[in-house]
């Protein structure tokens, strides 16, 4: 798996993948997919969904490890509220 493009962990049932400039993973649980795909998706459904939407999905993580005061290092994992107010920004967020 390729932090960087992101991909399925079976182990915690998330997709996980680096924001942008961020050493730390972020993580999206899979009730987090169900909530923003409005059914209960697969891993190839949550990667697909997360792969058109990636831009958003990036604002989200560095919204949130701004708003967090994360280290660079630190993990952090997005919620679906995180996810659906990038959806609606399309400009970054910090």
Known sequence: MDGGSGGW???IDALVFQP???QGW???HRLAF???LGWSGRPADCVAFFAARRP???RA???KIVRCGLRPTMNLHLTSRDVARALESP???P
């Open 9 to 11: 962990r079976a182990d």
């Open 20 to 22: 942008p400039n961020h």
């Open 26 to 28: 972020c993580a999206v």
């Open 34 to 36: 169900r909530t923003l």
């Open 56 to 58: 958003a999905f990036d």
């Open 61 to 63: 993580a560095v919204a």
């Open 91 to 93: 400009v970054a967020t």
